[in-house]
């Protein structure tokens, strides 16, 4: 058996995970990532919602119930965790707009608006107004974006169609990186005479960062994309720069394969057993953070029986009353019981009432984070994420 | 059947990650091609489905799926029945039998030199199916397993054998040789055992049987050795994905659960022998910015990547991992005329991606990417051993 040896070993390579192991990194630890596969965030719009249904999400974290996570990481944290995102981002070119201290919106796939705060420079534009012109472009045999849907929300407004000789998400964002493809574009844009207004395009351009901006600069009109069913590009751009920041400094992946077993001395954890064909991987840690997300990531599952148990360590997870109480009769509706279920932290984020001293919780896995009602995924996942690698920094000095 | 397809919940985090769909419309992707269709192949019904034979099986849809399902295996499967059923045809029967392609060409290594560059016989290769984008890759008479067979005296502590595979062994015997040379130079007893060649080709062309073949053989070759006491080193990551992944799985190698237990990759040998405190090798500077590109085939067996470890050793080194891209290539996937297209916009892709970090020099532990990304870079390729051992004999 291979024995390998780190700082901190962080499972789960979700957004919080991530950007853990980058704020560790940065601190000059030496760190390891976990993951049985892709994460949920690489099907995201890339948008950054750190609260929902408000003008100011900072304004409005001291309204949430008090067991909610983010008053443990406070607004000052949030900032931190924002502006840490910001910058990793920026150095990979791909570029946001927004912040914590005022909500903006975005044009959904369904023409609606979203409201979201950390947005991606490719929708800043997408904040529109129903009186507005509209210009929507769709591609040719594009199977997982509907413009009927969109256009029939604003008064003035056209689409037109371009074939780009492929119709996945993937494959026309593939073919929007190519520069003699774009040419080809272009110039047929510019035959279209397309009136004034905003050009809104399913959110396929370019699966490089860099692109868009290369895109707007030759178009010289106000474009931005609509977030698309997945596979999403915006969300995978983000992935791959975040990944990527963590490759650059040195932090060794270990992807594609899940925690088999956990070996604990005393009460500490001390190393973690991949599960593989042949020989197993034993990866040591002086501390461990658990970023495995929530029951659609399978860091927590629920039994039948109505229990609720965490994956990896087997700690006790928060169940929010009898199984009757878990779902509310229309699924659509937000706040669910079972959206309560999780880990329990004490204010280091640690797990409550196990007695570990090396374990870290973070991301969508806390218990009362409550993700879809309050519309936070994305930014309790960050603010955990830094917030959580913070207090495990103060545990290895 | 395996019931792990029932486990898929449509999430397509395996379709971002395929790069066969990202370039060819007709493909459906590895959550269609997978876990969909196999609801429907079940039975006694023939396959219809000439598309399966699209997938490289370069296996990152195995990696990305957060669910336990393995697209990949169920298509190979639907591509060896497809096979079974409808015939290979002449480049795919050709590929398959690779191992003995090689025998020839390195037998008779300065005719299939002059054969595989002469121009008329490559209107004959593109008849017979075969693409020609590409050089083919050279053939040496002096093979690594037509030269001396041990390295390192008897009393050393650990022995290992080195399975090369067909590639190293008669396309590129000297790099062979220098990796021998290397592990022998850290205090390994190194033998090259006789071997034949691992069965990946054979599989990915659809033929199960002749893989199992190759595996039987090497499976109790290479268990033999294990029972002695020596350890199985690797090179070539997709010899090392059959060998450690496909002997204890689809292959189903007599021992294939020791063989995999027991077997290396050569960077992770090092690493090993490093953390155990037995070997400590004083690396000089290089000062170099590398592209490392990742061969589909080590992601794929999650061991992470060793070489990248030992590489960040060597002070001075920039070193840029590219583990989004499949090369194109894939084995001799891209050699087929039906699938060239596929594999040189791949390549390109993989290439472009590279040079836009500004490298001096590219690496891939695997021979047929080099090949590939050389032809579409025009970078200068190392294997990342010859990194180790530039900084390894720069020390004064």
Known sequence: MKTENYDTVIVGGGISGLMAAIDLTRKGKRVAVVSKGDPVCCLSTGCIDILKGVDSPMESICDLPENHPYHLVGTGGIDRAAGLFLSVMEEAGLSYVGNTAQNRYILSPGGTRKQTALVPESMAHGDMEENETLNVITFKGMKDFFPGYVTAKFKNAEVYEFDPGIGSTLGIATKFDDPVFREAFVSWFKSQGISGGKIAMPAVLGTKPRVFGELARELDRKIFEIPTLPPSIPGLRMFKALKTCLQDSGVDLYWGRAVKSVEKDDDAIEAVTLAGMGRSTRIEGRSFILATGSFVSGGLYARQDGVVKESVFDLPAHVPGNRESWFGHNFFETGHGIEKAGIRVNKWFQPEDTGIPNLFVCGSILAFSETMKYGCGHGMAIATGVAAAEKCEEYLA | ?396
């Open chain 2, 1 to 396: 059947m395996k019931t792990e397809f029932e486990h898929c919940i449509r999430c397509t985090l395996c379709v971002e990650n395929c790069p066969v769909f990202r370039v060819d419309k007709d493909y459906p992707g590895p959550k269609q091609a997978g876990p969909d269709a196999v609801r429907f192949r079940a039975g006694n019904e023939a396959p219809v489905d000439e598309w399966v034979h699209k997938c490289a099986q370069c296996k990152r849809c195995d990696v990305a799926c957060p669910y336990g399902v393995n697209p990949s295996e169920l298509i190979q499967a639907a591509q060896v029945r497809y096979s079974e059923e409808h015939g290979k045809g002449l480049a795919a029967t050709l590929f398959a039998g690779n191992y003995y392609l090689g025998l020839l060409g390195s037998l008779f290594a300065p005719v299939a030199n002059a054969v595989t560059k002469n121009k008329g016989m490559k209107k004959l290769f593109r008849m017979l199916g075969i693409s020609t984008y590409m050089t083919f890759p050279r053939f040496h008479f002096r093979t690594l397993s037509r030269s001396w067979r041990w390295k390192g005296d008897v009393k050393r502590k650990r022995k290992v054998v080195f399975f090369h595979g067909c590639y190293l062994d008669n396309n590129a015997p000297d790099l062979g040789r220098s990796m021998t040379g290397l592990l022998a130079d850290l205090g390994i007893r190194v033998k090259v055992p006789r071997q034949v060649c691992c069965g990946v080709p054979a599989l990915a062309n659809g033929d199960l049987k002749q893989a199992k073949g190759f595996a039987a053989k090497n499976g109790s070759i290479l268990a033999g050795y294990i029972d002695r006491g020596y350890d199985v080193i690797y090179s070539c990551t997709s010899c090392g994905n059959a060998l450690t992944q496909e002997y204890p799985g689809v292959l189903d190698a007599p021992e294939g659960k020791k063989i995999s237990e027991n077997t290396y990759d050569i960077h992770e040998y090092i690493l090993m022998l490093m953390e155990a405190g037995e070997i400590n090798p004083d690396f000089a500077p290089l000062n170099k910015r590398v592209a490392y590109h990742i061969p589909c085939h080590l992601r794929s067996m999650g061991i992470g990547y060793p070489a990248a470890k030992l590489l960040r050793m060597i002070p001075g080194l920039t070193l840029h991992i590219h583990d989004d891209n499949c090369c194109g290539l894939s084995g001799s996937y891209g050699f087929k005329t039906k699938f060239e297209d596929n594999a040189t916009q791949l390549g390109r892709i993989a290439g472009e991606a590279i040079l836009e970090r500004d490298p001096d020099l590219l690496i891939s532990d695997c021979g047929a990417c080099r090949m590939q990304l050389k032809h579409f870079t025009k970078l200068s390729t190392m294997d990342p051993t010859e990194l180790l051992r530039l900084s390894l004999s720069n020390r004064p």
